[in-house]
């Protein structure tokens, strides 16, 4: 099947650690996104991608890092410079390099910081 | 910079009642609107979209008119079902510079009763 997959669905993290969220889509889209939503305030961009081997920082990239070394692929890591990581983490595309609008979103990963 | 506002939830409606979902926008130019739905548990969808002014978008019964002199987006649908119970974002992505972002409002939690 086309589509986004995420993983893992959930994750649970001890303050200090860093994860790693995997985003794998077979669509061939160009560019690759990540956003954090958290309730009551709608989808925040962490960054973006629009070509391998290149990204830019969203609206909230601070303690996070990603790479883009193969076009399916789109990791992002939440590090312990993150201070409040406790979120739910979209992983969308789309399939031009120039963001239309039309997003095309995973399941989702849940992460929790105990 | 551009922004987006809905109307805040829960909107509770009893099956076959008409919805209207408010949402306005804040943006230089001419930006695109649409509107994502998220069922429990998932990603976001795209439900519909418009590109210019007075264009109206439509799919699975919801409708929703960009309205330039008024700044809005509101999504409406004549009769709604249990399964629409979903929460409702509207977005927008600008013409100007920062064209690779796509706007989140903070969505709105419909809830569907029979």
């Known amino acids: 099947d086309g589509g986004i997959t995420q993983s893992p669905k959930y994750l649970f993290r001890k303050e200090g650690q860093n994860v790693t969220l995997s985003c794998e889509q077979n669509l061939n889209h160009d560019a690759m996104y990540w956003y954090r939503q958290d309730p009551g305030q709608g989808l925040r961009l962490i960054y973006y991608s629009q070509i391998v081997n290149d990204f830019q920082k969203g609206d909230i990239a601070e303690g996070y890092s990603v790479s883009r070394e193969k076009k399916e692929s789109f990791p992002l890591t939440v590090t312990s410079a993150q201070k409040n990581p406790t979120a739910f983490y979209l992983c969308?595309?789309?399939?031009?390099?120039?963001?239309?609008?039309?997003?095309?979103f995973g399941e989702g990963s849940r992460l929790t910081v105990l | 910079g551009d922004s987006v506002t809905q109307m805040e939830g829960p909107v509770t409606l009893s099956e076959e009642a008409f919805l209207t979902i408010n949402c306005t926008y804040t943006a230089t130019g001419y930006p695109s609107l649409f509107w994502y739905v998220q069922y429990p548990g998932e990603g976001l969808q795209l439900l519909l979209k418009?590109?210019?002014?007075?264009d109206k978008g439509s799919n699975k019964g919801f409708e929703a008119t960009y309205r330039k002199e008024t700044t809005s987006f509101h999504l409406e649908k004549g009769s709604v079902q249990v399964s629409d119970s979903a929460v409702y974002f509207c977005?927008?992505?600008?013409?100007?510079?920062?064209?690779?972002?796509?706007?989140f409002g903070t969505g709105t939690l419909l809830a569907v009763q029979p």
């Open positions: 977005a927008l992505r600008g013409d100007g510079g920062a064209t690779n972002k796509l706007i």
């Open positions: 969308a595309t789309s399939p031009g390099q120039l963001n239309t609008g039309e997003l095309f």
């Open positions: 418009a590109t210019k002014a007075d």
